[in-house]
């Protein structure tokens, strides 16, 4: 694997590099200092909202037997009092837990704009953020700091489509965005009902009867839809719609666009991207598998 495609730390690499020097007192990059627990508190815009009971329990057993192994970034907090996280808050609170005295940190000088690109980058890249939580992180960026659709698929290696689907989701009702939320439907659930006239009523559906995507996709559209006009190989009639299906999956997964042709059982996968960031993240996830 050539040192170009080591996946998305680039991106964060590059924004770390925009914020000039360290803070006046801060060691460098390659010498983590301890700081004192209670120093340190959780940035509030933190785009990861979510902590499970169970993936906290698990990390703080290890921190009780092993520490905490990788330093968290944080940033001198801007009231001046202590410190603010910029990455590693679940690490931070596990080690709340083991009542730990002080913590390994990185400490660096950012602006706000770049602390939540790279709170929203690290939690993409361990698909740590939930969908909602994903698009909210997003919206922020557009609407604080002027990012577009195009700029923010750059630096979290997606593409321009994945945010605009995303950021679609922010326009669901409150219920439903609650059930993406705590994970009782999925986001190829969500899309589905962005066009449903009862979506909140079809998403009980969904966690009550365990529907489908596509069963969703077809209750959605409702019996009085006219079909899709023959537009081509990717609208025609014979398309076979598991097919499309799994395009569409793919796509959602990857955040990339997707072509997949089969002739009884033998075809073709092209995957499109179009930036560097995007091929070394998909690189990166297919040598990891």
């Given at each position: 694997?050539?040192?170009?495609?080591?996946?998305?730390?680039?991106?964060?690499?590059?924004?770390?590099?925009?914020?000039?020097?360290?803070?006046?007192?801060a060691?460098?990059?390659?010498?983590?200092?301890?700081?004192?627990?209670?120093?340190?508190?959780?940035?509030?815009?933190?785009?990861?909202?979510?902590?499970?009971?169970?993936?906290?329990?698990?990390?703080?057993?290890?921190?009780?037997?092993?520490?905490?192994l990788?330093p968290?970034?944080?940033?001198?907090?801007p009231?001046?009092?202590?410190?603010?996280?910029?990455?590693?808050?679940?690490?931070?609170?596990?080690?709340?837990?083991?009542?730990?005295?002080?913590?390994?940190?990185?400490?660096?000088?950012?602006?706000?704009?770049?602390?939540?690109?790279?709170?929203?980058?690290?939690?993409?890249?361990?698909?740590d953020?939930?969908?909602?939580?994903?698009?909210?992180?997003?919206?922020?960026?557009?609407?604080?700091?002027?990012?577009?659709?195009?700029?923010?698929?750059?630096?979290?290696?997606?593409s321009?489509?994945?945010?605009?689907n995303?950021?679609?989701?922010?326009s669901?009702?409150?219920?439903?965005?609650?059930?993406?939320?705590?994970?009782?439907?999925?986001?190829?659930?969500?899309?589905?009902?962005?066009?449903?006239?009862?979506?909140?009523?079809?998403?009980?559906?969904?966690?009550?009867?365990?529907?489908?995507?596509?069963?969703?996709?077809?209750?959605?559209?409702g019996?009085?839809?006219?079909?899709?006009?023959?537009?081509?190989?990717?609208?025609?009639?014979?398309?076979?719609?598991?097919?499309?299906?799994?395009?569409?999956?793919l796509?959602?997964s990857?955040?990339?666009?997707?072509?997949?042709?089969?002739?009884?059982?033998?075809?073709?996968?092209?995957?499109?991207?179009?930036?560097?960031?995007?091929?070394?993240?998909?690189?990166?996830?297919?040598?990891?598998?």
């Amino acid at each position: 694997m050539s040192e170009r495609h080591r996946g998305l730390g680039r991106g964060l690499s590059a924004l770390l590099s925009e914020a000039g020097a360290d803070a006046p007192d801060a060691p460098p990059p390659s010498a983590p200092t301890d700081i004192p627990i209670e120093l340190i508190r959780r940035n509030p815009e933190q785009p990861r909202r979510t902590f499970t009971e169970a993936e906290l329990e698990s990390l703080t057993t290890s921190v009780k037997e092993r520490g905490v192994l990788q330093p968290i970034l944080i940033r001198p907090a801007p009231d001046g009092d202590g410190y603010q996280i910029v990455a590693g808050e679940r690490r931070w609170r596990a080690a709340q837990r083991a009542s730990l005295a002080t913590i390994p940190t990185v400490i660096r000088e950012l602006d706000d704009r770049q602390v939540l690109e790279i709170a929203i980058i690290e939690n993409v890249q361990r698909a740590d953020l939930n969908p909602i939580e994903e698009a909210l992180g997003y919206r922020s960026l557009i609407e604080r700091f002027g990012r577009t659709h195009e700029g923010l698929g750059e630096i979290v290696g997606k593409s321009r489509s994945h945010v605009a689907n995303t950021l679609r989701l922010l326009s669901l009702p409150d219920g439903v965005r609650v059930h993406v939320e705590e994970g009782r439907i999925s986001a190829g659930h969500a899309r589905a009902l962005l066009t449903a006239e009862d979506a909140e009523g079809l998403a009980q559906r969904i966690i009550d009867e365990g529907l489908s995507v596509r069963q969703v996709e077809a209750l959605a559209k409702g019996p009085a839809q006219t079909p899709p006009r023959a537009n081509g190989r990717r609208e025609t009639a014979e398309r076979n719609p598991d097919i499309a299906a799994l395009e569409r999956d793919l796509a959602d997964s990857l955040g990339l666009k997707v072509d997949l042709a089969d002739k009884n059982g033998k075809g073709a996968l092209t995957l499109r991207y179009g930036t560097l960031e995007q091929l070394d993240e998909l690189c990166r996830r297919l040598m990891r598998s």
